[in-house]
């Protein structure tokens, strides 16, 4: 009895806790809604027109993202303030290209909506001006013309999509939504092309915007990386560089323990989209021991390829003489800042518009085509 009577007093508690929490996050959103109303009705009485002739704000406490629209029609630009602003996006419209272009050089923005057909600068002339300015500013284009050729122009100019107008108010705020979702992804995936020696203990993730290479990590020009040991064995794995630009990993193939490999020769394969990137030794030597716990968990990779994420283990047989092949430090920082350059090119001769952006992207090499593929495996791990 005192066991029914303990299991119905946990029951209880955890719904009462449950309904507090509700309770809770349901103030919170009407106290939320409330501000955002509040803010939509001082908006009409304040006046911007120091900064634009036509700027109508509306200020968001800590805003999902800024949003700058532009259209020549007022009722589209009232919609997409009353709309937005109370969904938690900080909105400001104007009515004329000039105007918009104006803002963009003294605010920040996360979005900027401008309409296709516009006296004057139209969208497509706005989506090149902004790209130009800012190219981190993800442009979207809205038109009552909306075909499969104007949307292709407006990508070409750097437009990231289209809204085809007119539009309910829960049509808007899902495409934002969606829209606001795309844009973190990328960030999150977005490289610095930095490289660092880090001191990180063992186990520690790297920073996912960097390269790194843990001090004392040896680095063949084909990005694998080596740990010597005590007794003459190293560790060996593929290095941040490969994974990093390689992307999602589906598979590795293993070599064999008691295999015997020449440095320069294929020691593992790693496997994406049905395409393989054979890697080649940095050592001479056999094998003695494949990763285990690797084999049964390739997403360890995303956190850091080095430390407990090796690959195989070689007991070297030549360590003196190939050890001076290797790079190590600052000789490592620079093999990768060189082939970070390369990796530009042949993004540019792919077709990728990189529009003097200073980053690059998780996974850029696995997005190429099979031809761009076999290039880049060659020039960066077949060597």
């Not at 130009?132 to 990508?155: N, W």
């Not at 539009?167 to 899902?174: I, K, M, R, V």
């Not at 040991?229 to 589906?250: C, M, N, P, W, Y």
């Not at 295999?259 to 393989?276: I, N, P």
């Amino acid at each position: 009895m005192v066991i029914v009577i303990l299991f119905v007093s946990f029951i209880l508690f955890l719904l009462a806790d449950w309904a507090v929490r509700e309770w809770l996050r349901a103030a919170k959103e009407k106290r939320q809604r409330q501000e955002r109303a509040e803010a939509l009705a001082v908006s009409l009485k304040l006046d911007f027109t120091r900064e634009s002739r036509t700027l109508k704000r509306v200020e968001v406490k800590e805003p999902l993202a800024r949003i700058l629209c532009v259209d020549d029609e007022a009722v589209i630009l009232d919609g997409f303030r009353k709309i937005l602003s109370q969904e938690g996006y900080w909105v400001e419209t104007v009515e004329t290209g000039p105007e918009a272009l104006g803002l963009v050089q003294l605010h920040h923005y996360d979005f900027v909506f401008t309409d296709l057909k516009m006296p004057g600068l139209d969208g497509l002339d706005v989506t090149k001006a902004v790209k130009h300015m800012r190219p981190d500013i993800d442009v979207v284009i809205v038109t009552g013309y909306a075909t499969i050729e104007t949307a292709v122009d407006c990508m070409k100019q750097g437009a990231t999509d289209y809204v085809q107008k007119p539009f309910t108010g829960d049509e808007l705020t899902a495409f934002v939504k969606r829209a606001l979702l795309r844009r973190q992804d990328r960030i999150r995936r977005e490289l610095l092309p930095r490289v660092h020696v880090t001191h990180a203990a063992e186990g520690e993730q790297a920073a996912s915007r960097e390269f790194a290479i843990p001090g004392g990590v040896l680095v063949s020009a084909g990005h694998c990386w080596a740990a010597i040991g005590e007794e003459g064995t190293a560790k060996v794995g593929l290095d941040d560089f490969a994974k990093k630009l390689i992307g999602r990993i589906d598979s590795i193939e293993f070599p064999g323990v008691g295999m015997s490999v020449k440095a320069g020769q294929t020691l593992f394969s790693v496997h994406q989209k049905g395409r393989a990137v054979p890697f080649q030794s940095p050592l001479s030597g056999k094998v003695t021991r494949v990763n285990k716990e690797l084999e049964d968990d390739f997403g360890a990779l995303d956190a850091t390829p080095y430390h407990g994420n090796w690959v195989c283990e070689i007991d070297g047989e030549n360590l003196d003489a190939e050890i001076k092949t290797l790079k190590i430090g600052a000789s490592a920082v620079s093999l990768f800042q060189e082939d970070i350059a390369r990796v530009r090119r042949i993004l540019r001769e792919a077709g990728k518009d990189l529009q003097d952006e200073p980053t690059l992207h998780a996974g850029e090499l696995g997005e190429l085509d099979a031809r761009g593929w076999d290039a880049a495996a060659g020039e960066f791990f077949r060597r």
